[in-house]
């Protein structure tokens, strides 16, 4: 189990600047304008809508009001549906660039081990399906932190995907985040860690985001 990185949003390099949801604004709707072929690419189409699922959600969730972890519930379950957008450092081989799927999360704020959930339906920058998930586990929720300067929310994403080219990924992440809304309605943060593949190692950052569905 890993406790939230202090000071994570100052650790960036390309990828990671303050607030994360204004992050996943920026690379969702860059990543949108970027497919500008979907009108007539199927699988690019589909790589597009996820793009503007998210960016509506975003949407919703802004002005950014977050939650002030001391007052977050200490019992009971939220359940959040969301996007995952992770991309790789090295462009230069033949790994897919970028994977963005989506994402289930539920949260037990009695549990210790409070966070599960998967990423599935994951897609490579062609719109390519990418086989496999990325399993979430453990999670930590820093109730003295202020999300205003720091995480207050950390769990893990593991998982092998298979792209297109055969290529088995091994991903080792850490999510860190911050809970949004008097109610807990959001949940989104940025995505840190290392893809190993073929014998080789290299960076992944990325963002999350996710909501608890209106039919809750």
């Not at 390099?13 to 497919?35: D, H, N």
Request: with cysteine; hydrophobic share 40%.
């Amino acid at each position: 189990m890993i406790a939230p990185r202090k000071n994570y949003k100052s650790t960036s390099s390309k990828l990671l600047v303050p607030r994360a949801t204004l992050l996943a604004m920026s690379i969702f709707t860059s990543a949108c304008g970027g497919s500008g072929s979907s009108s007539t690419d199927p699988q690019l189409a589909e790589l597009n809508a996820l793009y503007v699922s998210a960016d509506a959600m975003i949407e919703r969730l802004q002005p950014v009001a977050f939650t002030d972890p001391s007052m977050a519930p200490i019992s009971g379950t939220a359940s959040y549906a969301g996007y995952f957008l992770g991309q790789m450092a090295n462009t230069n081989d033949n790994l897919s660039d970028s994977l963005t799927g989506e994402m289930d999360i539920r949260v037990d704020f009695a549990d210790t081990e409070m966070v599960s959930g998967t990423v599935f339906g994951i897609l490579d920058d062609n719109g390519d399906a990418i086989s496999g998930q990325i399993d979430l586990t453990g999670g930590i929720l820093d109730r003295d932190g202020d999300p205003n300067v720091d995480a207050t929310l950390s769990f893990e994403g593991n998982g092998m995907l298979t792209d297109i080219n055969s290529n088995n990924i091994n991903l080792d992440l850490v999510f860190e985040g911050d809970f949004f809304g008097a109610d807990v309605a959001g949940v989104a943060g940025n995505i840190l860690g290392r893809a190993e593949s073929n014998g080789t190692s290299q960076a992944v950052g990325g963002v999350f985001i996710a909501e608890v569905p209106d039919s809750e």
